[in-house]
């Protein structure tokens, strides 16, 4: 199996190349400028190729060991806890005794082991280093890559009360919908049951955020507190409980509303054949004719 893949390793040359011809030509001819003032031309040209030449090459190396720095960072928090560990052993051996030595072994090993909390947090964060490993391996193995075969940079990951955490940065060419086709090959490879996919900044779309799940906290087991404050000596009611099944209409009260009455309208005085209005007819002749009737 190689460190770094073929088709990786030309990428970085050819991009190398590109960027040393580049830098050089750039920060010569600036130099050369800024040098022209003070010096003859031709000395400024000498100056700025002087100049120009060992930043490019700089430049070059950086992209050059690009992967190299990449796969660093791809193991970089195993790297720092066994340069710490195997410097913490060199100085404890160097100047203990060796039973001395091997009962602070004993002490460091052994009572994380015995503490279930601290147990539990050792083994979370180890799967946070083996989620960042298989991870990479499901980009190198079934993910398209970019046309250089750069794979996204997994950033950082902590553990989660259902699983790990783990923040993608990904390259041109990947997407957050090319990645959720393929979430069921995710969780296998991750040695999890699901695996969502998140973006984690609203105005960066490669910026993701990978949610693996391994268990199921909502239907563990809760002990109540309420459970110890119920009277176990209380005597227990034999009457049954009446459950009522349906509404009783007739024992509803209804409120009686009483509508405010209303006058009938005056009728208007006919009109003659002339358009006049008749004339209103006295209270005497109202009565003549009721008595003539």
């Known amino acids: 199996m190689t460190v770094i893949e073929a088709k990786v390793h030309r990428s970085s040359a050819r991009n190398a190349k590109m960027a040393f011809i580049l830098t050089a030509v750039i920060v010569g001819l600036l130099s050369a ?5 003070y010096w003859h031309p031709i000395v400024a040209l000498i100056v700025g190729a002087l100049i120009g030449v060992p930043t490019g090459a700089l430049v070059w190396l950086l992209v050059r060991v690009w992967p190299v720095i990449r796969l660093l960072w791809w193991w970089s928090t195993e790297t720092l806890l066994a340069v710490v560990l195997l410097t913490a052993w060199v100085q404890l051996a160097n100047h203990t005794s060796t039973v001395v030595t091997l009962l602070v072994v004993a002490l460091v090993v052994g009572v994380p082991a015995a503490i279930p909390a601290v147990r539990r947090q050792v083994i979370a964060w180890t799967w946070c280093l083996v989620v960042r490993h298989r991870l990479r391996v499901c980009f190198a193995q079934f993910i398209i890559a970019n046309q250089s075969g750069s ?4 950033l950082w990951a902590r ?11 990904l390259r041109p060419g990947l997407s957050a919908k090319d990645l959720e086709s ?8 991750c040695h999890a049951s699901t695996v969502l996919i998140e973006r984690a900044s609203e105005n960066n779309a490669a910026y993701l955020r990978f949610d693996i799940k391994r268990r199921e906290v909502l239907n ?6 309420l459970v110890d404050a119920i009277d176990r000596n209380a005597p227990v009611s034999a009457s049954p409980l009446t459950v009522p099944t349906a509404l009783d209409l007739p024992d ?3 409120p009686t509303v009483t509508l405010p009455t209303q ?31």
């Open 252 to 254: 509803v009260e209804m």
């Open 159 to 169: 553990p989660t009360p259902v699983g790990e955490r783990v923040w993608v940065y």
């Open 263 to 293: 006058g009938k309208p005056a009728r208007k005085p006919a009109t003659t054949a002339n358009g006049s209005k008749p004339a209103a007819s006295t209270s005497s002749d109202t009565d003549d004719v009721s008595d003539w009737i």
């Open 33 to 37: 400028v800024v040098a022209a003032s």
């Open 220 to 225: 563990a087991r809760v002990n109540s507190p």
């Open 182 to 189: 393929r979430l069921d090959k995710i969780a296998v490879t």
């Open 151 to 154: 794979l996204p940079l997994i």
